[in-house]
């Protein structure tokens, strides 16, 4: 009823219905504008709660939270526009005077209405309502992630602000969508039938306004038309029960929700699939038969509630920038359990004591030896230097031996050891197929494979002397499993990891170095690489894939310089290529970072297919795109999809086009795909991440009968 006692008639009701829809319509419409306008880009991280840097929300759910305000804008937009297109097609107008009981002549406003467009615009314009509202339920779950850091870090925060969102939004949704349906819906239907008694396509003149006598008398006007009998919409048959509305509204926000969390594990915004099962499970796991990389799981950042005493065997320590994989892994990881607090014994060989590093830590001891002819540990002078430090104070809570530092005779009777493989037997076949496949003509053949598969069978053998293996990719942990038929709970997956402190974007620093080496700004692409310049690198493949494009292709020789830093026999080799390239030498780790702040993608053309190679992650780390070999251990594990970067087979026409394709994304594809390489990075790669993971793992296998916490078991933070 009106104010004045007045019935408000249907057509009023469907006018002020749509007002309502574009007055609301507006106000998200305006909010969605200033919000796109005044936040346009990725959000500044210090604007964020986020304390673990490996939770930071990745570029892609910024892009996503952008793309879902403007769809979100344009569905409100939409839904207005049909609104007030709606509200148009009905023109009021006087066409009848009549008169009321005190005897003035008044005016009965009369709407012409096509019903048929009144009802299926409203509906239209509904359900472009409820697309918006959607589209803006999913950007909200992209700024709470943003703000409070992704799914997959199990937040308690994060699923407190997602979870009503995810289930009041979809449930009032389903809702109105609902309702709006069957209403419209079943009125087209009455008039479709009401069309087929003899009216003129549906086109109805309607009361807007009774007159007093007419009210009584409850007679409706329609000029020209057979009369609407107002009893039909007492003849509405329910289409659906109550109960059955409830049901289907409970089902479809149950579906909704478990809709969405199916999309969060196989979104890159939820990275961590199996912790979230975990989460949802409620349960710790048994952390020796965790079958996936260590690097995964969030470990506490505080000092462990004990410290160990470790022993680590190491062939040789790295001595400035003159150290391979393997020796780089050995320093990064121990000086970081040393700055935990741990007491680390390290046994390696040395020629002179005097050129040996010292560092200011009052927990680190050293036990050097003499190296063997062929440069390996002397078993026996070590093994007598253990015994001795074992037998002093503390005995050792863990051995670690990276690869044979310690042989496997020495080892059998340890069970508190470790031993990392940085490359195995097995991995190493498919190296020597890549280069029998590249051999030139002229080249003797080599034997190689023959050999190979006589050592796979002694590691089968030797291996299992080994307590516990550690492998530094996945590939490498599935291969321990299956092939070297190694018990799964022996073998645990922790991935490399570099300084983050070290290796971050900065591009001061990469300008400065461009300067300092004469690299003119002109040049529109800088590829970059660093390491060992010999064959097994790959680097006669690159060569040959540089000398061909930089004579067939103009634009791509004036506009694109390559940056190598290592050195190697095919250095001079890469000189021979002109001006478009750059030998730098050997860098040190603080030049290094400079170095791939200078550089738009880091290339590494390598033929091992076995361990994990460092120059790949600083890379990442850095911010910048990688492009590398398609091997297992480096698709498996860090070029995991296009996002972070490109790979290649290892022959000159997939190498050449894999570079025309890094040509055509031009520097802004590849500043993109830098920084979701760098989201990966801190996700997996960090030497915080690859140290907890170790201390772990050592706390859960170390000889110590008086544990008062069972460090076996994980616990989800979520948890």
Same mark, same amino acid.
């Given at each position: ?15 002020? $219905? ?16 200033? *919000? ?52 148009? @097609? ?12 005190? /005897? ?21 314009? *509904?359900? +472009?309502?409820?697309? /918006? ?68 396509? /549906? ?12 009210? #009584? ?73 965790? =079958? ?31 150290? +391979? +994989? ?12 040393? #700055?935990? /607090? ?14 040996? =590093? ?42 670690? @031996? ?113 300067? %300092? ?61 002109? $001006? ?17 702040? $200078? ?50 087979? =290892? ?20 500043? %993109? ?7 990966? *990075? ?5 030497? @915080? ?27 989800? =933070?979520?948890?």
């Amino acid at each position: 009823m009106s104010p004045n006692n007045q019935k408000i008639t249907t057509t009023r009701i469907h006018i002020m $219905a749509l007002d309502g829809i574009v007055n609301v319509n507006s106000l998200f419409t305006l909010a969605l504008f200033l *919000g796109l306008a005044w936040y346009p880009t990725t959000p500044d991280p210090n604007t964020t709660l986020i304390t673990d840097a490996s939770c930071t929300a990745p570029s892609s759910i910024a892009e996503d939270l952008i793309a879902f305000h403007v769809y979100s804008f344009s569905s409100f937009l939409f839904s207005s526009l049909i609104a007030l297109a709606v509200k148009q @097609t009905i023109k009021l107008f006087d066409t009848k005077k009549v008169e009321d009981s005190d /005897g003035v002549v008044r005016s009965a406003p009369l709407a012409h209405v096509n019903l048929v467009v009144l009802r299926a615009g409203t509906l239209v314009s *509904g359900f +472009g309502s409820v697309f /918006g509202c959607g589209f803006l339920m999913m950007a909200l779950v992209d700024l709470v992630q943003i703000k409070l850091g992704i799914l997959g870090c199990g937040s308690l925060h994060t699923f407190a602000a997602i979870t009503p969102l995810v289930i009041l939004v979809p449930l009032a949704l389903y809702l109105i969508a609902f309702c709006i349906g069957n209403a419209s819906c079943y009125r087209l239907y009455k008039i479709a039938m009401f069309q087929g008694v003899g009216s003129d396509n /549906g086109v109805k003149f309607v009361l807007l306004q009774y007159s007093n006598e007419l009210r #009584k008398s409850k007679k409706c006007l329609v000029a020209s038309e057979p009369t609407f009998d107002i009893s039909m919409a007492k003849d509405q048959v329910a289409i659906f029960s109550f109960r059955c509305f409830c049901f289907i509204i409970v089902l479809l926000s149950a579906f909704s929700f478990l809709s969405f969390l199916f999309w969060c594990q196989c979104s890159s915004s939820c990275y961590y699939s199996s912790q979230i099962i975990l989460q949802k499970e409620n349960q710790p796991i048994n952390l020796l038969s965790f =079958p996936l990389a260590w690097n995964r799981l969030s470990f506490p950042s505080k000092p462990p509630s004990k410290y160990l005493k470790i022993a680590l065997f190491v062939k040789k320590w790295p001595h400035r920038s003159h150290a +391979g +994989g393997l020796e780089r892994h050995a320093l990064t990881l121990h000086l970081a359990l040393a #700055k935990r /607090g741990h007491e680390l014994h390290i046994f390696t060989a040395s020629l002179s004591n005097s050129s040996f =590093p010292r560092y200011p830590m009052s927990n680190l001891y050293f036990h050097l030896s003499k190296p063997t002819a062929a440069g390996y540990l002397d078993q026996a002078l070590v093994w007598k230097q253990f015994q001795t430090q074992n037998s002093t104070g503390k005995a050792f809570d863990i051995v670690h @031996t990276e690869s044979v530092g310690l042989l496997h005779t020495r080892s059998r009777n340890l069970t508190n050891l470790s031993v990392t493989w940085h490359g195995i037997a097995y991995e190493t076949i498919h190296s020597d197929i890549i280069q029998e496949l590249l051999r030139n003509p002229d080249e003797q053949q080599a034997y190689a494979l023959t050999e190979r598969i006589t050592k796979v069978v002694e590691e089968v053998k030797f291996f299992p002397n080994y307590a516990h293996h550690v492998a530094t990719s996945d590939h490498a942990g599935d291969i321990l499993r299956r092939i070297y038929m190694i018990p799964e709970e022996r073998v645990h997956v922790i991935l490399n990891g570099v300084d983050e402190e070290i290796f971050k974007p900065d591009p001061a620093k990469g300008k400065s170095f461009k300067q %300092k080496f004469g690299v003119v700004e002109s040049r529109s692409l800088v590829l970059g690489m660093a390491g060992r310049l010999v064959k097994d690198k790959g680097h006669p493949l690159m060569f040959e894939a540089l000398k061909q494009m930089l004579v067939e292709n103009g634009t791509f020789r004036e506009n694109t310089i390559v940056l190598i830093a290592g050195d190697g026999p095919w250095g001079a080799r890469y000189r021979d290529l002109g $001006a478009n390239t750059l030998i730098l030498g050997p860098l040190e780790q603080a030049q290094l970072a400079s170095f791939y702040n $200078a550089i738009d993608i880091f290339v590494n053309p390598t033929l091992r297919a076995q361990g994990l190679d460092h120059t790949l992650l600083e890379a990442m780390l850095s911010g910048k795109p990688v492009m590398s070999t398609r091997v297992a251990s480096i698709t498996g594990s860090v070029i995991v999809s296009t996002e972070v970067g490109y790979t290649f087979s =290892p022959m000159v026409v997939s190498l050449k086009n894999a570079l025309y394709r890094v040509w055509e994304d031009g520097r802004r594809g590849l500043e %993109k795909k830098g920084q979701a390489a760098r989201q990966r *990075g801190l996700q997996l790669f960090t030497a @915080t991440k690859m140290a907890a993971a170790y201390e772990r793992l050592f706390l859960c296998i170390s000889n110590d009968n008086r544990k008062t916490e069972d460090y076996c078991q994980y616990q989800s =933070p979520f948890n």
